[in-house]
């Protein structure tokens, strides 16, 4: 009875698992998942645009989906005075709106890179949504655009969840990709094959260093980076370095900025041209940075799901803003998850061959917890080496399925034919 009873909980733990590979869950999400915090490059801070800042900007605004450009205006003022090298506003600027003249004013005095999110033409098969390319007219030569795209997947078992696990870094146009299957193609092919287009966080990350020429270098492969481990054309697996209330990159919120800058703008109000001031704390967190700036409230609708909401994968627990800074950190550092399967797929077929003739040598509880204890040091030595090399990521999926597969098979075989004869 308790060999039935036995079998009949570690079936239903080993489905679970299966199943967890099967709607495309991967041990790279537990890995993330375990390690949680990593160290960030200390090159690049996030700030925050939240419903404080939106309240202090204008109380009384019924519509607050779109941020104020003249508040951006503001953040990128206060970015110059505190010595910021590249300002990315994970904000699109598709269509012109109030305050764009303040913001390209700001953009103008800025002595590094402004970056802004810019959207492609591109077919989204559930809603046949077509944008178009580019930021709004007015901005050209003061601001440079990036497309903000992240590759969302959607697991069969949770449709509605927006899974971010990885960000496209270029998008090359070219006719022989319009039958990939979207968002890999992330844009049509309308314009010259050989164009490369870069996101924002390539386009910030090479601007770091080559302000003057960061998109010519990326045209021409010559990123000046920490090696990638896979191709510039192929989406970046993104090595997250923290959940978001626990996010190691730090953060400055909007509303403490617009607070700092009170003085200096109420005397612009005025047509006196007082210089801005900024603290030592914040002047540290921005100097000779790259700072992303964007929404993290609700009502911006930019949040996704990444692997620190495993195992369910149903949890948005994360603003979009946060995720462009985390690409962005991780290009710079070099940290990236670099994913070693192949080896680990013969593995599993050794470890299964194992299981079926270790049947013939060991009783049945000897078997079935030995093998589940194989099974755990195998994810247990993944978490480890994903922990203690920032990345390196041991695909267990493999070993982990050749294990379970025949032991599932195996014992709940010897189950029903023992049940059947005893009927």
Known sequence: MAYETAVVGFTALAVAVLVFLVSRGQFEDLYVKARGVAPPSDQVTLVSIGEEALYLWEPHAEDRTVTPRALLAQVVRFCEAAGAEVVVLDVLLDQPAEGDAALLSAAQAFSGTVIAAERFVETEPKSGARFQAGIADGFGGAISGGFANLQVEEPWLFSDAQLVRRAPLVAEVSRARMSAIWPLNIIGAEQAEDYLAPSMTLLAAVSLAHPDDALARIQAGDLDLPALPTPVEEPLLINFRGPERADPIPTIRAASILRAMGQTALAQEMGVDMPVVVSDELRGLLEGRVVVVGRVD???????????????????????????????????????????????????????????????????????????????????????TFRWTDGLALDAGPPVGGILIPLVCTHVWEWAVDESRRT
Do not use: C, K, N
Request: hydrophobic share 55%; net charge negative.
């Open 298 to 384: 609700a009502q911006a609708d930019d949040r996704f799901v990444t692997p620190y909401a495993w195992p369910l994968l149903v949890d948005h627990d994360m603003a979009g803003v946060r995720v462009q800074a985390h690409v962005i950190d991780s290009l710079l550092s070099g940290e990236h998850i670099r994913v070693i399967s192949r080896p680990l797929w013969i593995l599993g077929v050794l470890l299964g061959a194992a299981v079926l003739v270790s049947r013939r040598f060991l009783r049945d509880d000897v078997h079935v917890i030995g093998w589940i204890l194989v099974s755990g040091l195998l994810v247990a030595v993944g978490v480890l």
